[in-house]
C-alpha cells in the first residue's frame, strides 16, 4: 500500500492499495443453473467494502468480468492483480484491518428485471501499519 | 323548404366502396368532429396520466429511458428501453446501473457504480463506468468535478426491454419520420368511424 497523488481524479495524497486475490467460482449447470432461457449475461464483480475516518461506508470495485451465456461456467484465476486502481478517499486504507472482499453479480436477462445479487462468501483482508516504498508492483 | 337530408342518406344504399371516404368527409358535420377530437383529446389525456402517475410511483423524473450509446453493450445496446425507480431511501451502491445527468448537459447516461464513499450523514459521492468503456466517467463529468451525487441521479435500472425504444432514436434522427408517422395517426382518429 503506498501514499501517492490520486492521479485517477482528485489531485490529493490518497491512499492506494494493492490486493492480489485467487477466485473459484462454479456457475452451475443444468436444471437449476442461473442461466436460464432469459439470462443473456452475467456482469460479475469483485468489491471492496470498508470503513474510514472520513467516509462511514466505502466501496471500490477492484475487478470485474462479463460472462456471456455459453461461455465456461467454471472461474479459476490465481494471483489476480485488480482491474481498477484502488485508491481510497484519503488516507483511510493504513492501518485499517478490516476489508472486506465480496464477489457479487447482476443478472442481465433477455428482457425484464435487472437483479443484483451478493455471493455469500466473503474475505476480509487486513491493510499493513505502514507504507510500502520499494516493493514493484 | 326543408329538405330532409338525414333522411335521405340513411336510406341511399353504399354506393361504390372506394367513394366511401369522400363520402363520409362530405357527411360527416360539425358535431361528430367535435367528438372525434374530443375522443382523441381524452386518448392524449389518459396517456399523460398514466405517465404522471409513473412518476409518482417510480420517484423518478424519467421513469423510462432509451439507451442512446453502446456504452454498456453487451448487456444493453443502442435502442434498449430502461425501467428506471429513484426511491429516496435507496442506498447507491458499488455495481448498481444508475442513469444520471452531468449538470448542465440534458442528456441522461447510463452507466454502473464502480465506487462508492458514504459519509455518516448520508452524504454520498460516487464515481461510474461504462461497462463498454476503458476509463472510468471522470472524462464526463463537469470541469474538475471528480464525483457525482445523489441529485444528479434520475433513477437506477430496474427492468429493461431490448430494441423497443429504437422507435424514438428513429424519430429523432428522422424527424420526417415522425410527422408522417403523427399525420397517419391524426388522419385514422379524425376519420374513423363508430358505427
Redesign the interface.
Given at each position: 500500500r503506498k501514499n501517492v497523488e490520486d492521479f485517477?481524479?482528485?489531485r490529493e495524497r490518497s491512499d492506494l492499495g494493492f490486493v492480489t486475490f485467487d477466485i473459484t467460482a462454479d456457475i452451475l449447470n443444468g436444471k437449476n443453473s442461473i442461466f436460464d432461457w432469459n439470462v443473456?449475461?452475467l456482469?460479475l464483480?469483485l468489491?471492496a467494502?470498508y470503513s474510514t475516518k472520513?467516509?462511514?461506508?466505502?466501496?471500490?470495485?477492484l475487478w470485474?468480468k462479463?460472462m456471456?451465456r455459453g461461455d465456461n461456467p467454471r472461474l479459476s484465476l490465481k494471483d489476480m492483480k485488480s482491474k481498477?486502481f484502488f485508491f481510497d478517499?484519503g488516507n483511510g486504507l493504513k492501518g485499517n484491518r478490516n476489508i472486506t472482499l465480496t464477489l457479487?453479480w447482476?443478472v442481465?436477462?433477455?428482457?425484464?428485471?435487472?437483479p443484483?445479487v451478493t455471493g455469500s462468501g466473503h474475505v476480509s483482508v487486513p491493510f499493513p501499519d505502514t507504507y510500502e516504498t520499494t516493493k514493484s508492483y | 323548404r326543408v329538405c330532409p337530408v338525414r333522411g335521405a342518406a340513411a336510406t341511399r344504399g353504399r354506393a361504390r366502396p372506394d367513394m366511401d371516404l369522400f363520402g363520409d368527409l362530405r357527411r360527416m358535420n360539425k358535431r361528430q368532429l367535435y367528438y372525434q377530437v374530443l375522443n382523441f383529446a381524452m386518448i392524449v389525456s389518459s396517456a399523460l396520466m398514466i405517465w404522471k402517475g409513473l412518476i409518482v410511483i417510480t420517484g423518478s423524473e424519467s421513469p423510462i429511458v432509451v439507451v442512446l450509446s453502446g456504452s454498456m453493450e453487451p448487456a444493453f445496446h443502442r435502442g434498449d428501453l430502461l425501467f428506471l425507480t429513484n426511491f429516496h431511501d435507496d442506498p447507491i451502491r458499488a455495481g448498481e446501473i444508475v442513469v444520471f445527468k452531468v449538470e448542465g448537459r440534458d442528456i441522461p447516461i447510463v452507466h454502473r457504480v464502480i465506487k462508492v464513499h458514504e459519509k455518516g450523514n448520508g452524504n454520498i459521492k460516487f464515481l461510474t463506468k461504462g461497462d463498454n468503456n476503458e476509463v472510468d466517467d471522470r472524462g464526463l463529468y463537469k470541469e474538475g468535478q471528480n464525483w457525482l451525487e445523489k441529485k444528479d441521479v434520475v433513477g437506477r435500472a430496474r427492468g429493461f426491454l431490448p430494441y423497443v425504444g429504437m422507435v424514438t432514436i428513429i424519430m429523432n434522427d428522422y424527424p420526417k419520420f415522425k410527422y408522417a408517422l403523427l399525420a397517419v395517426m391524426g388522419a385514422y382518429v379524425l376519420l374513423k368511424r363508430e358505427s
Open positions: 485517477t481524479g482528485p443473456k449475461q456482469f464483480y468489491s467494502e472520513n467516509n462511514a461506508l466505502n466501496q471500490v470495485v470485474d462479463i456471456l481498477y478517499d457479487s447482476n442481465v436477462p433477455n428482457a425484464g428485471i435487472l443484483l | -
